[in-house]
């Protein structure tokens, strides 16, 4: 089985800064895509990053140029350390990883369990 285990939200004022972390285990044979979803409520789930193998990381315009992704490949985790923080980045933050249990070549979607963030104005 596997599992994506998720820790870091919490509470912060606005222009405050918190990171969030990722670690997969499990049966892995690879993982193809790691990154973070984002759903506030009332709203859909929705990309806040992430990282494809080999390629350059991509951001959704709302978090430009205050969130960054890393990727530790050897360990299979994921962190997103955001800064200056504005109230409506509060949701719940969801890690997700694309990955294969074998060398079939077929992956699958999995997801953590959620962390919450809350931004205070």
């Known amino acids: 089985q596997v599992q994506l285990e998720e820790s870091g939200g919490g509470l912060v004022q606005a222009g405050g800064s918190l990171r969030l972390s990722c670690a997969a285990s499990?049966?892995?044979?690879?993982?193809?895509?790691m990154g973070w979803y984002r759903q506030a409520p009332g709203a859909q789930r929705e990309l806040v990053a992430r990282?494809?193998?080999?390629?350059?990381?991509n951001y959704a315009d709302s978090v430009k140029g205050r969130f960054t992704i890393s990727r530790d490949n050897a360990a299979n985790t994921v962190a997103l350390q955001m800064n200056s923080l504005k109230p409506e980045d509060t949701a719940i933050y969801y890690c997700?990883?694309?990955?294969?249990?074998?060398?079939?070549?077929?992956?699958?979607?999995?997801w953590g369990q959620g962390t919450q963030v809350t931004v205070s104005s």
């Open positions: 499990g049966r892995i044979f690879s993982i193809n895509v």
């Open positions: 990282i494809v193998s080999g390629r350059m990381p």
């Open positions: 997700n990883a694309e990955l294969s249990k074998d060398d079939s070549g077929r992956y699958y979607s999995y």
